[in-house]
């Protein structure tokens, strides 16, 4: 019993992480997914706010044009009401010069109003800000005011007049935050650009994965295995130094190495080879760099992972082969491969869900182009929610992007230990049986 | 009894202090800045300076401090940085950003109308050129104060011109031949392969475009007639036709060699450097790049350019034109309308001619005020003077839309795919219209 407290103690500062981290970031992207979450409706919710552009929709949407002219055309009005506020206000000897000069006159809009009491030249409102104060008392608009609950909005509305059958319908529209929807679902299914991400991302994560993360990361493992022990681990750190440079620079060197200016253009140039930008040119060119800028990087885990595995198989095992007559590719297929599946399982899930999930590389080299032909999954999902040069970040979508790559992630981690049996590697040796 | 009738008066005296004295902490923070733009934030800082002084003539204390951030990576960084802050109640008073924001921050309640505190009858706002003040308003109302003004001209290296055979009065009359409509952009393809073939200038640098997405773009969509928004519904517009054309100029461009099928990404300092010293034939850009092609060694910019309207796609078809892309001075809600009532004024005193001019020759940008053109450091520099007459009263904006920037986006994708040959234009543009149909629904009108 004390020990399995001691046990949860040692868990905790992981289960903590595991909440924090993975959790909550998890539930927030599936509930801002199902939002129509944006720049302009904001996170933490909403007011209500009639303009212009409101009362357009409200037309489209049927209201009637009696209401609509009503709110259009309100502006402000020199009333006993309002005269009544600014004597409370500023004193009745204002509110006698503005009865005497304005009373019954009524402004479309705020700054006719300002200007007719700016003409008055009244001491009393002589400040800018007095005299705005002294405008807002006549207003009987109910566009472009803010107000906190809906309610509040209702009361204007019927103030200003506003038959009680329009009000929801006005509500509805003024409503500035954001609210639940499954739209972006039914986009992510209709939108000819995200088939294509998705297939880009097949792509990108298959034969990166395949050809170097497993595949190279295997071979150099394998190959410097049988190198003297120097050797090898002077190789092994050579293949290292790219995940220890910084992505921007990383890049920057391939970019010397491709662009039209680069290394490669220069060295083909004075064989006759137009100058091209090798990372660019063409769709096919632009798949080329990016599997190789990510596999280069992707194979040194691959390679340190698979190496220290074929250092863990006992020594006997390879010298009673060679005792045998073992060449040494018998020795591989026979003896050291069968021995990997737990790594190449571990590399295999691990680096598909950080291939699913990256997209920096991709971002710094080739931009997703040309044209959207290498854009990922990944990267549509940042570029929607959080870069957007006209400034109206969605985050609802972008959130959706992002929850299908979770989706996607957890259901390939589940298949993955179904395909390599993880439940037999984890079982006791059969000689402890 | 001495000491303690002493200490009440002190105390007493410190508390009238304190009533009488108002102290504010103002914060500007100013996207897409460089050093050139110091005065985004200085002029708020000059303003402070005369307001505290005002207040001190009437007996007033006021102090107020002003503290700036502008280095924030990019106008993606900043943009988080400020709608986070906002989100968090921690935004900034003051934002010096793009007029594009004015409309999802408005909704958001991350701002607050500037019409609010200031009179924009009085002077110096009187004297704001109605169009830019336009820029800054949506839905009716004057969220933001023009902060300043640019234009994306044409540009011409001259002796490239000359060796095509054009006469230095030919070269001096191309901005009113592009503003007639009489030297369009199929004129464009024309000159700028015989200077490939010619070898004035290299393969794909006949016409070298922006490297990156901007708003550059949409003035090549409004050569070809294209509109962005329509008027009287407030919805945005994909004209089909127009943008299928547009496409096809940048295609045109490519395989005639003028321009490169990879030229998108370019690194920005090496273009800078090319076109500033005749890399390229003809180019486009912003007014302010008179001032960075000082920097990158080009002397003589009245000599070696010159500069036009973006010309009209083909002869009828569309108009000459140029996108004006003001940033803004919004004012943030701070749930407090004392600081935000201050906020405003350093903002309308930072408008004043004089104040503002330093910025518009500091950083190479144009005026924001008719008046400006009176101030001695304004009229005296060649640059603004041209530039302001012959570009500003043909300049229009992007829309202020919530989804403008979505449409924008697009619009961009979809020729970098015509551009780079992945999709054709008709394809590009059918993937653009289902796109931007599914995704804004009736926001947009397709014609």
Not at chain 1, 392 to 404: E, S
Request: glycine share 8%.
């Amino acid at each position: 019993m004390r020990q399995d407290r001691i046990g949860l103690l040692f868990l905790t500062p992981a289960l903590i992480a595991v909440v924090v981290f993975y959790l909550l970031p998890v539930v927030m992207t599936a509930v801002f997914a199902f939002t129509n979450m944006s720049t302009a409706t904001g996170i933490r919710g909403g007011d209500w706010m009639l303009t212009e552009d409101g009362l357009r929709d409200l037309r489209e949407a049927g209201l009637p044009e009696e209401t609509l002219t009503m709110l259009e055309g309100a502006g402000y009005a020199v009333d006993a009401a309002g005269l009544a506020a600014l004597e409370a206000e500023f004193g009745a000897s204002l509110a006698e010069r503005v009865r005497g000069a304005l009373e019954g006159e009524s402004f479309a809009s705020r700054r006719d109003m300002e200007r007719a009491l700016r003409d008055l030249r009244a001491p009393e409102l002589r400040v800018t800000r007095d005299r705005k104060r002294a405008a807002e008392l006549f207003l009987r608009s109910t566009l472009n005011t803010r107000h906190a609950t809906p309610e509040s909005l209702r009361a204007d509305l019927s103030a200003a007049g506003i038959p009680e059958a329009d009000h929801d319908l006005i509500v509805e529209e003024a409503y500035t935050g954001w609210s639940w929807t499954t739209r972006n679902f039914e986009l992510l299914v209709s939108l000819p650009s995200t088939a294509r991400y998705a297939v880009n991302t097949l792509m990108y994560v298959a034969l990166t994965l395949v050809i170097f993360n497993v595949g190279l990361g295997l071979f150099l493992a394998v190959s410097t295995f049988y190198l003297p022990e120097r050797t090898s681990a002077t190789f092994r750190a050579i293949w290292f130094m790219p995940r220890i440079l910084p992505p921007v620079l990383y890049v920057l060197m391939w970019k010397w190495l491709m662009w039209d200016t680069g290394f490669i253009a220069s060295v083909l140039a004075p064989f006759g080879v137009d100058r091209i930008n090798w990372m660019m040119h063409s769709e096919v060119h632009a798949w080329v760099a990016v599997i190789l800028i990510n596999g280069v990087v992707g194979a040194s885990f691959g390679m340190i992972i698979f190496a220290s595995a074929i250092k863990a198989i006992p020594q006997t095992m390879l010298m009673a082969s060679e005792v045998d007559g073992a060449s040494r590719w018998q020795q591989v297929r026979f003896i050291i491969l069968p021995q990997m599946r737990w790594p190449i399982l571990f590399v295999t899930a691990y680096q598909t869900l950080s291939l699913l999930a990256s997209f920096e590389y991709i971002l710094l080299s080739t931009g997703g182009g040309p044209g959207s032909a290498t854009e990922v999954w990944a990267m549509a999902a940042f570029r929607t929610a959080l870069n957007n040069y006209g400034g109206n970040l969605q985050y609802g979508l972008g959130a959706t992007f992002a929850l299908v790559l979770v989706i996607i992630g957890t259901a390939l981690s589940l298949l993955y230990l179904r395909f390599f049996n993880f439940q037999a590697l984890l079982s006791k040796p059969r000689i402890e049986r | 009894m001495k000491t303690r009738l002493l200490a009440a008066t002190a105390l007493c005296g410190a508390l009238a202090g304190a009533a009488a004295a108002q102290d504010y902490e103002i914060t500007v923070w100013s996207g897409g800045s460089g050093e050139a733009d110091s005065y985004r934030w200085e002029a708020v800082e000059m303003a402070a300076d005369i307001l505290e002084r005002e207040a001190a003539i009437r007996g007033e204390e006021l102090n107020i401090t002003v503290d700036y951030m502008w280095d924030f990576g990019g106008w993606a960084e900043f943009k988080q940085a400020v709608t986070l802050a906002a989100e968090a109640g921690e935004a900034p008073e003051i934002v010096v950003t793009s007029h594009l924001d004015i409309a999802p921050w408005s909704q958001a309640g991350y701002v607050v109308p500037v019409e609010d505190y200031l009179d924009l009858d009085a002077w110096p706002l009187s004297d704001v050129y109605p169009n830019l003040m336009q820029i800054a308003s949506f839905n009716g109302v004057q969220w933001g104060i023009p902060q300043d003004s640019e234009s994306r001209p044409f540009f011409f290296w001259r002796e490239h011109m000359r060796a095509l055979g054009y006469t230095d009065a030919e070269i001096d009359a191309l901005p009113e031949a592009v503003e007639n409509g009489e030297y369009t952009l199929q004129n464009v393809l024309e000159d700028a392969t015989r200077a490939v073939e010619m070898g004035l200038v290299e393969e794909g640098k006949g016409f070298s475009p922006r490297v990156s997405n901007g708003p550059d773009y949409a003035q090549f969509y409004q050569s070809f007639g294209g509109e962005l928004y329509d008027e009287d519904t407030g919805k945005l517009v994909l004209d089909r036709v127009a943008m299928t054309e547009f496409y096809q100029f940048f295609v045109d461009a490519v395989e005639a060699g003028i321009t490169s099928r990879t030229h998108i990404g370019m690194d920005w300092n090496d273009w800078y450097a090319e076109v500033a010293n005749g890399g390229a034939l003809m180019w486009h850009g912003g007014t302010w790049h008179y001032g960075r092609y000082l920097r990158e060694g080009n002397e003589d910019f009245f000599g070696t350019i010159a500069f036009s309207l973006i010309p009209a796609g083909d002869a009828d078809v569309g108009r000459a034109n140029t996108i004006t892309h003001p940033l803004v001075y919004l004012i943030t809600d701070q749930g407090d309308d004392d600081v935000q009532n201050i906020a405003a004024q350093l903002v309308e005193i930072a408008t004043e001619p004089r104040i503002n001019t330093l910025h518009a020759i500091k950083s190479a940008h144009l005026a924001v005020a008719e008046s400006q053109s009176d101030v001695p450091l304004y009229a005296q520099d060649p640059w603004a003077d041209a530039a302001t007459s012959v570009l500003l009263p043909f300049a229009n904006s992007q829309p202020n839309h919530p989804d403008y920037g979505v449409y924008s986006e697009a619009m961009w994708s979809g020729l970098e795919s015509a551009w780079t040959g992945i999709q054709t234009p008709e394809q590009a543009v059918a993937e653009l219209e289902a796109e931007l149909t599914s995704v804004l629904g009736d926001e947009l009108i397709v014609r």
